[in-house]
C-alpha cells in the first residue's frame, strides 16, 4: 500500500463554517506534511509533523489548525476562513524524518472553495 | 537562499519524440537530492524520478532519465518516446538532506503531447 488518501474530495465552506480535512497513510511514514497550492503555482509547505510532533508551521495563519492524532492520521482544521484561503489542500508523507530522505507520497488533494 | 527555477513555463512534444524540461537551482548545501514531480489534471503528485547529490550517475525511469550537472547546479529531465499519458505539470524539487521534508518546488512546467 504506497497510497495516501485524502477525504473529503471537493469541499465548498462558507466563512462561518468549521470544517475538517483528513489524510490517512498506512506506510508506516513518520513524517507528514499539509501543503496548499493555488491555481497554476507549486505547492507552498504549511505544516510539518515529525513523530506526531508539530514541528515546522510555516506562519501559517491560526484559521489553520493541524492536528495528528495518531502515525497514520493528519487532520487540518478549519475556521473562518476566507475566499483567498480557496485552492487545493494536498497531503504528503515521507518515511523517517530523521533518516535518509527517500521521497514525499502525496495525496490527491482536497480542493476547497470558500464563498 | 534555496531556490529551483524552472525557465520553460510550457513546452510542447510530438508523440513518440523526446523532450527535455530544464531545472536549476540554488544552494550552498552539499548534501541534498533532486527530484522531478508530475502532476496530471488528477491532481496528485507522482515521483517520476529522483537524483542523490553524492552520485555522479545519472538517474534513469524506463523513458525518463536525468542530466545531472552539480557544478552547475542543473537537473534536467529527459522524456524519451513520449506518450499522451505523459501531459502534465512537471515540478522540479529539492530538499536538504538535513532537511525535515521542507521540498522546494520550481514554478512548473506544462507538458503538452500532440498526436
Known amino acids: 500500500d504506497t497510497e495516501v488518501t485524502q477525504t473529503p474530495k471537493h469541499l465548498v465552506m462558507g466563512m462561518t463554517n468549521k470544517k475538517s480535512l483528513k489524510c490517512e497513510q498506512h506506510?508506516?511514514?513518520?513524517?507528514m506534511y499539509w501543503y496548499k497550492q493555488k491555481a497554476k503555482k507549486p505547492p507552498e509547505l504549511m505544516f510539518v509533523?515529525?513523530?506526531?510532533?508539530?514541528?515546522i508551521n510555516e506562519s501559517v495563519p491560526s484559521r489553520f489548525s493541524p492536528e495528528c492524532p495518531n502515525s497514520s492520521l493528519l487532520n487540518l482544521h478549519l475556521h473562518a476562513l476566507q475566499p483567498e484561503d480557496s485552492a487545493l489542500y494536498l497531503c504528503a508523507s515521507s518515511q523517517d524524518p530523521s533518516a535518509v530522505y527517500t521521497e514525499a507520497f502525496f495525496g490527491q488533494g482536497t480542493r476547497l472553495t470558500v464563498v | 537562499a534555496q531556490t529551483v527555477t524552472q525557465s520553460q513555463p510550457e513546452m510542447s512534444v510530438q508523440e513518440a519524440e523526446t523532450v527535455t524540461l530544464s531545472c536549476t537551482y540554488d544552494t550552498s548545501e552539499s548534501d541534498y537530492y533532486l527530484f522531478w514531480y508530475k502532476q496530471p489534471p488528477s491532481r496528485q503528485m507522482i515521483l517520476v524520478i529522483r537524483?542523490?547529490?553524492?552520485?555522479?550517475q545519472n538517474a534513469t525511469e524506463n523513458r525518463f532519465s536525468v542530466n545531472f550537472q552539480k557544478a552547475a547546479k542543473s537537473f534536467s529531465l529527459k522524456i524519451s518516446d513520449s506518450q499522451l499519458g505523459d501531459a502534465a505539470m512537471y515540478f522540479c524539487a529539492f530538499i536538504n538532506g538535513g532537511s525535515q521534508g521542507n521540498l522546494i518546488f520550481g514554478k512548473g512546467t506544462k507538458l503538452s503531447v500532440k498526436p
Open positions: 506506510m508506516g511514514h513518520r513524517a
Open positions: 509533523y515529525s513523530y506526531e510532533k508539530l514541528s
Open positions: 537524483q542523490e547529490a553524492y552520485k555522479q
